[in-house]
C-alpha cells in the first residue's frame, strides 16, 4: 500500500472509529439565524437577519403590554443575510416592542423602539 492510501486509510478510521468524529456530523451544519441589527425608518422597521441554510422565518411582533399585534412569514430560499420590514402602520412612536423570529423550530429574541 502507498503512503497516499495508508493516509486516507487513517483518516477515515480517525474519523468514523469510537471516540471520533461521525463523518455526518463534519458535513452538518446545525440551522442558525442570526439577527444582525434594526433599522428604524419613519416608514418601518427593517429586522435585518442571517441564516446559514434555507427555510421558512416567521416573525411575531409584541406591543409593550405583551399582545401579539402583529405576524409575517417569509421563505428564505438561500443563506445568507435577509431582512423584514415592519410598517409603521401597527407601531406607536417610541414605544417599545419585542419580537420572535420563528426559524427551523427554535425562537430568536429581539427587541427595537419604535421611530
Known amino acids: 500500500m502507498s503512503a497516499v492510501s495508508s493516509a486516507i486509510v487513517a483518516i477515515i478510521i480517525t474519523l ?13 451544519r446545525e440551522p442558525r439565524l442570526y439577527i444582525n441589527s434594526t433599522v428604524n425608518s ?5 429586522i435585518i437577519y442571517e441564516v446559514n441554510s ?7 411582533l409584541f406591543d409593550k403590554a405583551g399582545k401579539k399585534i402583529w405576524i409575517k412569514g417569509k ?9 423584514i420590514k ?7 412612536k417610541d414605544d417599545r416592542y419585542t419580537f420572535v423570529l ?14
Do not use: C, Q
Open 16 to 28: 468514523s472509529g469510537a471516540g471520533g468524529i461521525p463523518m455526518a456530523d463534519l458535513l452538518h
Open 102 to 115: 420563528k426559524y427551523k423550530g427554535k425562537d430568536y429574541n429581539g427587541s427595537f423602539y419604535a421611530p
Open 75 to 83: 421563505v428564505t430560499d438561500k443563506a445568507g443575510a435577509d431582512a
Open 86 to 92: 415592519i410598517p409603521r402602520k401597527p407601531l406607536v
Open 42 to 46: 419613519t416608514d418601518f422597521v427593517e
Open 54 to 60: 434555507p427555510g421558512f422565518i416567521e416573525l411575531h
